[in-house]
């Protein structure tokens, strides 16, 4: 009888903690849908303030906007961390066109962040076609010599994560002129990383490594339609010419700051979870998806548990990381300062994959920790969340690693993101408003969980 009597208040407790957890995610999702804050933080962001490249008075301006905003929120703590950033600049518009028969083709073209300039007046030479790196080799100097190597491998459009598809070909943009110019190049051009085709030329992240200042040579992208036409002219005519001006400029590193805000926990303070994106952008666009719309999500966790009237356990930490996109100083520099205080972070969760319909998280963590997500979701089915993977997390949280917290990633509807990723069309009107607030109610709703709950901690198995 004892043994039953055991049974029956053990199943009656997680009855009534799951109506409890289904009645806080209800609270969550109703109070972000119907009085959310994260698409007018997104509209000030992208309008008011605009792209926010690491170094440049825009990022400067975000910085003290977003924190006015989080202080404004009542939170009991919020401040800024300093961290040195890269500073370039694009210049003013690039220019590009090809020559065959007399015949002059302009085509779009942008400068790949970190590129030196073209020197100038441009650079015009014959241009020859490959799929990627490996190419090089098999050509070899003898035919890459004083020539623009085009690198024409597009994203694999059969595979249904374009995330796997963007991996898949963004060596040829990160280390294309690196690699060039040991055959003699004397320039590069990148298709965009855009499975659909569009005029639209997508910049991004670039590296020489070592290579002398003097000794660099200038990288562009060039839109999928005009790789296209690109391809096709040099099928018809190999000798074709490519001419291409860029005027941009690296600077010494400057100062900027992560902005960090905090609600402390009631019962395990010193126990952190944190919710973050980047808030720098690429200069094109306005960055709405990339990232203002992981940044504005983040904030709005933070404000729906105050909102719906939570009292967190633990310690609930915003982070709106700076310079992601070309060199991830912020996240490095919130890894060392909070190992340098020793602090325990048990759950990180990003926001970087654009502000699309939500579909559900990856997570890097131990499988007990994963046992137990999956264990939570039925609570998520009610809204369509049903993606809970083991992966990849967020670049900014990853130096956070080790064997004990648990990371994870939102994980959008990602078919459309590449159509907007570092381009003149991420801006403010390619997000759709209620998507952005049912992508910050399910973070919102995860961390709740992981507040309540906490990790699952493992034994060591000694060797």
């Known amino acids: 009888m004892k043994k039953i009597f ?33 698409y007018a933080w997104l509209d000030h962001l992208s309008n008011k303030i605009g792209g926010r490249l690491s170094g440049s008075a ?32 694009r210049g003013k518009a690039e220019e590009a066109y090809f020559m065959s028969g007399g015949t002059k083709t302009t085509v779009p073209i942008c400068a790949l962040g970190g590129s030196v300039a073209t020197k100038t007046g441009g650079i015009e030479a014959e241009v020859i076609e490959v799929q990627g790196l490996q190419d090089l080799k098999a050509l070899g100097k003898e035919k890459i010599q004083g020539k623009i190597v085009f690198y024409n491998r597009p994203m694999q459009a059969d595979l249904i994560s374009t995330f796997e598809a963007y991996g898949g070909c963004v060596d040829q943009r990160y280390g294309g002129a690196k690699e060039a110019l040991k055959y003699g190049a004397i320039g590069v051009v990148v298709r965009s990383m855009n499975l659909r085709l569009d005029d639209y030329p997508h910049t991004g992240s670039m590296g020489y490594e070592d290579v002398a200042v003097a000794d660099r040579i200038p990288a562009a992208a060039i839109s999928t339609n005009g790789a296209e036409i690109l391809s096709k002219q040099l099928k018809k005519d190999p000798k074709t010419k490519f001419g291409f001006t860029m005027h941009c400029t690296q600077y010494e590193d400057v100062l900027s700051h992560n902005v960090i805000g905090e609600i402390t926990g009631s019962e395990f303070p010193n126990e952190i979870i944190i919710v973050g994106g980047h808030l720098d952008s690429w200069d094109l666009g306005d960055g709405s998806h990339d990232d203002g719309a992981g940044v504005v999500q983040s904030m709005e966790v933070l ?44 759950f990180a969760l990003e926001s970087d994959a654009g502000g699309f319909t939500p579909r559900g998280f990856s997570f890097d963590c131990s499988a007990g920790n994963f046992a137990q997500v999956e264990s939570w979701k039925p609570l998520f089915k009610p809204y369509l969340i049903h993606y809970f993977e083991k992966g990849g997390s967020g670049a900014d949280i990853g130096p956070l690693k080790d064997d004990q917290i648990v990371l994870a990633g939102l994980r959008p509807d990602s078919q459309r993101y590449f159509d907007h990723h570092h381009a003149e ?26 507040d309540k709950y906490g990790t699952v901690k493992e034994k060591k198995i000694k060797g």
């Open 6 to 38: 055991t049974l029956l208040f053990l199943a009656s407790a997680i009855s009534f903690a799951q109506k409890a957890d289904e009645k806080q995610l209800k609270k969550v999702y109703s109070t972000s849908l119907t009085n959310g804050q994260s």
């Open 58 to 89: 825009n990022a400067a301006k975000a910085v003290q906007y977003t924190k006015a905003e989080l202080e404004a929120l009542g939170l009991d703590k919020v401040w800024l961390q300093e961290v040195m950033v890269p500073k370039w600049e």
């Open 303 to 346: 404000r729906l548990i105050k909102e719906t009237g939570y009292t967190p356990k633990r310690t609930i930490r915003v982070v709106l990381f700076m310079n992601e996109e070309n060199g991830l100083r912020g996240g490095r520099k919130y890894a060392e300062v909070a190992k340098e205080k020793g602090e325990k972070h048990v």
């Open 425 to 450: 069309n991420d801006t403010f009107d390619a997000v759709n408003k209620r998507e952005l607030e049912l992508g910050a109610a399910t973070m919102t709703s995860l961390v709740y969980l992981f």
